[in-house]
């Protein structure tokens, strides 16, 4: 789990005093920004000191294992060792500052890491900073990387951050289809949490504490308000508490293979999937398809369209690779209900 919490609109003004006992001589901290906010005024509050560094990291594509390599390469050559890392943005450059601080105490390429208990040693001090709400990334045991043989997250107990400090005011301008898109990712958690066949008391505790914070900001709120930001920022933190004891489910499943194939963005994507899944949760489509409206939201179409076989077949291949969260969805017996046949079905109405 995350060793600190802080929570509260304007607490990045905390920051400062968050870090410095952190601070090791010498030994700068590196603020790994989402390079959305290049020339923003959030960009002008990190507090830099010293050698301190601020990276503005690209997140058009989704975090790649050799970019996080190359990033660590560079600050191990510059700097040899630093005091922290500190990522300030989306899921995506909360993910990347998980695999730098573990990948600057650990040899080889992030690739060798991705799967289930691979990391040997702690990462450096490392802090996340959501300027979405949704992935739960803040507060996962794991960091999605795509690597050159598969899309898979480098899970182990090294992973969680030090610290996470949750200022609603961050998320406040995101664009509406973003937020929506990302706000669905903690959605779609508790769905798929809820009726997996790995629940328990813990992750449904969670689970139904954050599916009722979404359904208040996206079924019964007619605006996005300051009290949305505050809502959705506990969901996505509840979200994936939930998922941390149990698993994700179909949506996730499928839309890995869409993501790795066509570069499909894990928002946007799990939206895309969940949009075709009334045979496998009915309640929770019908209610997402509501939302959909009542935010007036596009769910693009026809993605597949035109693909080939060979393309299908590798969509298939690593989504059914993702074992654990097709048990979790469907039980023991899995692979007899989603055959291969089946997935192509689905993945052809996308
Ligand atoms: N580690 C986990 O447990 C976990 C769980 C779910 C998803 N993920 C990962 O999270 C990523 C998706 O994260 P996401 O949905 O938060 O999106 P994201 O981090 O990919 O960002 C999406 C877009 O929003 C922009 N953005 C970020 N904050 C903004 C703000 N406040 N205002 C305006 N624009 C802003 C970014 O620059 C980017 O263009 C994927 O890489 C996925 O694999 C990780
Ligand atoms: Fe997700």
Redo the contacts with the bound molecule.
């Keep these: 789990m995350v060793d600190y919490v802080v929570y509260g609109r304007g607490s990045f003004n905390q920051l400062d005093e968050i870090l410095a006992p952190q601070r090791k001589s010498g030994a700068p901290i590196i603020f790994l920004v989402?390079?959305?906010?290049d020339g923003k005024p959030?960009a002008e509050r990190v507090p830099v000191r010293g050698n301190d560094k601020v990276i503005f990291i690209d997140?058009?594509h989704?975090?790649k294992t050799s970019y996080v390599d190359k990033i660590v390469q560079e600050l191990k050559i510059e700097f040899g060792t630093v005091s922290g890392i500190i990522g300030i943005?989306?899921?995506?450059?909360?993910?990347f500052a998980?695999a730098v601080s573990l990948m600057i105490n650990n040899p080889g390429s992030a690739a060798d890491y991705q799967g289930w208990d691979l990391v040997k040693n702690p990462g450096v001090y490392k802090a996340g900073i959501?300027?979405?709400?949704?992935?739960?990334?803040e507060?996962?045991?794991?960091?999605?990387?795509t690597g050159p043989t598969k899309?898979l997250?480098m899970n182990s107990d090294f992973?969680p951050f030090n610290q996470i400090l949750l200022d609603p005011d961050?998320?406040?301008?995101?664009?509406a289809n973003?937020r929506f898109?990302?706000g669905m990712?903690c959605y779609i958690?508790c769905i798929e949490s809820l009726h997996g066949t790995y629940l328990n008391e813990f992750s449904k505790s969670y689970g139904e504490k954050a599916l009722q914070l979404c359904q208040k900001v996206f079924v019964e709120k007619n605006e996005w308000d300051n009290e949305s930001g505050e809502k959705l920022m506990m969901a996505s933190y509840a979200g994936?508490m939930s998922?941390a004891y149990s698993q994700v489910g179909v949506a996730h499943a499928v839309s890995y293979g869409l993501?790795y194939l066509l570069g499909t963005?894990?928002?946007i994507g799990n939206c895309i999937v969940f949009d075709k899944l009334e045979q496998f949760y009915p309640d929770g489509v019908y209610e997402f398809k509501m939302m959909v409206e009542k935010n007036k939201i596009e769910i693009p179409q026809h993605i597949t369209k035109g693909l080939s076989d060979e393309q299908f077949d590798k969509m298939i291949n690593v989504s059914l690779g993702m074992k654990p969260i097709w048990e979790n969805a469907l039980g023991k017996d899995w692979e007899k209900i989603m055959t291969r046949e089946r997935l192509r079905r689905l993945y052809e109405k996308l």
């Design positions: 989402d390079h959305f906010f959030l997140v058009t989704e975090p943005g989306g899921g995506s450059v909360m993910d998980k959501p300027t979405l709400s949704g992935t739960g990334a507060v996962s045991r794991t960091t999605v990387l899309k997250g992973t961050l998320t406040a301008n995101a664009p973003q898109y990302t990712d958690h994936g998922i993501s963005k894990h928002g």
